[in-house]
């Protein structure tokens, strides 16, 4: 029997079956401290992230307050080697490029709050099928590009070599489903891509709108994982449209990754797209009042230090764009909330520790950024504002290990908070979010997920029992992905 922790009384049973996510991995470098210590130098015209240019139209709808820009040190100066002048350049102009094109393809977040036409759930497309392509290509390369040019300096051995083929295997056995998501996220008209969000690069989110919007729906926000490194808001695509076939609007937030930005970058876009998400989605058909947060691995660290930023702020009565009370629960998948304790861990598995201390803004910045330890030193009344926490983790997970989820909701009941943890048997870190789904039939994940949305609403419970879901990649293909996963 799968093993529930915290309140048992707490909301009706789920159904207890074990899931799944991405943690990357680096070769390691004994001279990429002294790059980053030296890029720590660089004046901030060296900076990766260019000033938004001028004549961006604003949002009345969007936050008043604006987060200051951190000074990340650039990609092509801090992880180049002196000597890669060609590759430094060639880096130079994928930033340019990508930059450019951000600016030409981000349309007014005026015109993305727009009231929705009648019929149609949403605004009106502002943009074309091949911007929208372009644009997803775009990042992509992006993301992948930057990924490579990392890995390369950093050296590949022969054990980043078996990963990296171990991974390929993995993607081309389950690619007829990834197909088939595809081309569901690109021509399906319930989906509206990239809407824009911020100012900021890879500020958009996409919406997952359901069939049946006759009446406002509840709301996920969903922060995508990705180790930090590769997160990309179509990773979402597959809940997106599990929850949207169950009657759940579903915005899956993007945001800068390393090393783009750092976590503090990542953290304050993703409590942006959660202040559009509260502050513009009943222009989408979603219902204000019913608007829930999930994150997935990295996603659910993100996801988390934004609730507790904002709990924080909140309670000590600075200025806010989003209230924490806006949030009706929050789902933490797969995720780790003590970063303290996964530094040695992340290092062991090939995140290597310079990297991901760089990622986390420094050890200094480490109790910060682990919502663990912010739940431990934050006031009565910060923590009187979380939403009811349900955390979910697959017992066979060991790119994070699920003791993780299990000692963030001990450490939150002992605060007063509402916690529980779902414990999923013999399920890996990608077991709930990619196979399962991938397999058809009912899903665990899907089911606990509404039995929390739908516990007092049966008018949804009954728009909710939508026909199962069809098998998308053979048995034997989803048998042999599990061994063969990195993950």
Known sequence: MPKQGGNRGFWPCCARRPHASLVAT????????????????????????????????????????????????????????????????????????????????????????????????????????RDDVGHAASETYLVTRLTFTLLQYLGLGYRWMTQLLALAVYAILLMPGFL?????????????????????????????????NTRPCPVMAFVTGGAWIIGYKAWGALLGRRLAERGIIVACIDYRNFPQGTISD??????????FVCNNIASYGGDPNQIYLMGQSAGAHIAACALMEQAVKESSGQPISWSVTQIKAYFGLSGGYNIY???????????????????????????????????????PQTIALLPPIVLMHGTDDYSIPSSASQTFVDVLQQVGAQARLLLYEGKTHTDIFLQDPLRGGKDPLVED???????????????????????????????????????
């Open 180 to 212: 088939q998501v595809g081309y569901y996220y690109f021509f399906s008209s319930q989906v509206r891509r990239s809407i824009v969000y911020g100012e900021q690069p890879r500020n958009r989110l996409d919406l997952y709108i359901p069939k049946d």
């Open 26 to 129: 680096h070769s390691h470098s004994s001279s990429f401290s002294s790059y980053l210590a030296s890029a720590s130098r660089l004046p901030s015209s060296s900076l990766l992230l260019p000033a938004p240019s001028h004549g961006t139209q604003t949002n009345s709808n969007l936050p008043t307050t604006t987060t200051p820009r951190r000074t990340v040190p650039s990609l092509r100066h801090s992880m180049q080697p002196p000597s890669s002048g060609g590759d430094a350049r060639e880096a130079d102009a994928l930033l340019a490029r990508s930059d450019s094109a951000g600016r030409r393809r981000r349309a007014s977040p005026v015109q993305s709050a727009s009231p929705a036409p009648q019929g149609w759930g949403g605004p009106r497309r502002q943009s074309s099928f």
């Open 341 to 379: 304790n996964l530094v040695d861990h992340f290092h062991q598995r090939g995140l290597y520790r310079s990297i991901f201390l760089s990622i986390m803004d420094g050890e200094e910045s480490l109790s910060r950024y682990s919502p663990e330890i912010v739940v431990k030193e934050s006031s």
């Open 449 to 487: 997920v509404l039995s929390v949305i739908h516990t007092d609403d049966a008018t949804r419970r009954n728009i909710a029992s939508a026909p199962t879901p069809r098998r998308l990649v053979f048995e034997w293909q989803l048998q042999l992905a599990r061994r063969i996963s990195p993950f």
């Open 266 to 275: 990542m953290v304050a876009d993703a409590s942006q797209g959660i202040s």
